[in-house]
């Protein structure tokens, strides 16, 4: 099973950028023809956070930088928009998504690539009808796609996919596992922002248990030194022992909070990045429902108690003036009452920007996925 999963993986490369841009002296970019060069990552799928190495990120995120400022110039969006023709896209999502379903098909339209696409497979696919993951992307695979991007409910769902899959599959969210690309697009947020990756001390909160992109984010900044992760939630929705144990294998340090007071009077005061999440209550037990409605209760935002913003896991104005000046405050979003609307107008939030940031990761991603099938 490990080697298949490494295999799936690929290899670690050590290519040069497959999409040249050369600056002519009118200072237009030209994007040369893909198949001029190599890829710029050689893996076959997305799967996990922990497939990268901080070598491909910077590489990764040099190319986001770059197509951000191709989109900026109408000759260079041009050229980009038919990159790709003849590609299609199968974005299936089987869980409802705005930002990861939406930004993919956005960049793949950018790149020239066509989209086909279903939002609601769990309820209007054959899985309905029992049809396994396996055997639907097989069939799919018959479909002639050049990439499948796939959000799932069950955990393990895109390695199981990949495995029987010739072509190449995104994990955009399976279950309570992993969501590989939003820890790109943060981690390319926090590099934008603080222009590090490593000797960050991060805060994360929330819903640890079932947040996946807290587990992704997590493994990520492991791979880079002197990183310190602060994780703070309810005792029953703490960070998952997989993880920690991962953590600990990589020489990263974390501390464990499980009250929003030690949170607020040591953690949030030191943070460079605080990164919040909401309690994924679709996916906690009927019997846990209770137990963390009490505290969504006293979260909400109309609610005005002091008591309720110092004993809840929010995020308000009161604990955006304990953070530093420089501190960063993000989240995947969707946001629910977890940080209040106010802190949207503090400039250290960042949260609106880091959703933009997925559509240059996602394409750049999506061009070297494509350019290394060019080159197979
Ligand atoms: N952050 C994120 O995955 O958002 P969506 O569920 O809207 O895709």
């Given at each position: 099973m490990a080697a298949q999963k490494a295999q799936l993986l690929g290899a670690v490369g050590g290519q040069t950028p497959q999409l040249k841009i050369s600056e002519a002296a009118s200072g237009r970019f030209f994007v040369a023809p893909a198949r001029e060069s190599r890829p710029l990552l050689n893996i076959p799928h997305v799967l996990n956070?922990?497939?990268?190495t901080p070598n491909q990120l910077e590489r990764l995120f040099l190319r986001a930088d770059e197509l951000r400022k191709m989109l900026a110039i109408p000759t260079s969006r041009r050229s980009l928009a038919s990159r790709y023709k003849g590609h299609q896209l199968c974005s299936l999502f089987y869980e409802p998504s705005t930002r990861t379903r939406l930004s993919f098909e956005q960049a793949a339209t950018k790149l020239g690539v066509g989209i086909v696409s279903t939002e609601n497979a769990r309820e209007f696919s054959s899985a309905a009808k029992g049809e396994t993951i396996e055997d639907s992307t097989r069939v799919i695979n018959?479909?002639?796609?050049?990439i499948i991007v796939l959000r799932h409910h069950e955990t393990g769902s895109a390695l199981r996919a990949a495995s029987v899959s010739n072509v190449p599959i995104i994990n955009a969210g399976d279950g309570m596992g992993e969501h590989p690309t939003q820890a790109l697009l943060d981690a390319y947020t926090i590099k934008r922002e603080?222009?590090?990756?490593?000797?960050l001390h991060v805060v994360m909160g929330g819903?640890?248990?079932?947040?996946r992109t807290v587990r992704s984010l997590a493994q990520l900044l492991?791979?880079?030194?002197?990183n310190h992760i602060s994780f703070v939630s309810m005792p029953g929705l703490k960070m998952q022992d997989d993880v920690l144990k991962i953590l600990r294998a990589q020489g990263t340090t974390f501390k464990e909070f499980f009250s929003m007071e030690d949170a607020r009077s040591i953690a949030l005061r030191d943070a460079d990045v605080v990164y919040w999440t909401r309690t994924q209550t679709e996916r906690l037990a009927e019997s846990e429902k209770d137990l963390f409605a009490q505290n969504t209760k006293l979260s909400s935002p109309n609610h005005k108690s002091t008591q309720a913003s110092v004993s809840s896991f929010v995020i308000d104005l009161k604990v955006a003036r304990l953070m530093k000046k420089d501190t960063i405050i993000m989240h995947p979003?969707?946001?629910?009452?977890?940080?209040?609307?106010?802190?949207?107008?503090?400039?250290?939030?960042k949260y609106f920007e880091q959703a933009g940031n997925g559509l240059y990761i996602r394409m750049a991603l999506l061009d070297t996925l494509l350019s290394r099938r060019m080159h197979l």
């Open positions: 956070a922990q497939q990268f018959e479909y002639d796609f050049s603080k222009g590090r990756l490593d000797r819903d640890l248990r079932h947040g492991s791979k880079y030194t002197k979003l969707p946001r629910v009452w977890e940080i209040t609307p106010e802190v949207d107008n503090d400039p250290r939030a």
